[in-house]
């Protein structure tokens, strides 16, 4: 078993910044990759960012050159470095994570509870 607990989450303005961060607790060594997911009211869920085992990253393009994701395998967590934040940008943010990239649909993977992010215009 896997736990992910996430933070980091608020109100900010738009144009401004915030840090996500999702920490992993229990059998972290049977997790390949991690994903931020996110989803609005309304919406469909979908991925924002991942980071692989190996540091490799991918981004949605609605957040490339804003997000960062990023990892501490000392601590056990991976970072979402959100700047330049737009309304859109407004969700629950999610981390996943299991052995499997975190754009495949793995019904074994583990999911955080959460942290909402609103951004105001």
């Known amino acids: 078993q896997v736990q992910f607990v996430e933070s980091g989450g608020g109100l900010v303005q738009a144009g401004g910044s915030l840090r996500l961060s999702c920490a992993a607790s229990?059998?972290?060594?049977?997790?390949?990759?991690i994903g931020w997911y996110r989803q609005a009211p309304g919406k469909q869920r979908e991925l924002v960012a991942s980071?692989?085992?190996?540091?490799?990253?991918d981004y949605a393009d609605s957040v490339k050159g804003r997000f960062t994701i990023s990892r501490d395998n000392g601590k056990n967590t991976v970072y979402l470095q959100m700047n330049s934040l737009k309304p859109e940008d407004t969700a629950v943010y999610y981390c996943k994570g299991g052995r499997l990239p975190a754009y495949i649909d793995d019904s074994s993977a583990y999911w955080g509870q959460g942290t909402q992010v609103t951004v105001s215009s």
């Open positions: 229990g059998s972290t060594f049977i997790i390949n990759a």
């Open positions: 980071i692989s085992v190996g540091r490799r990253t």
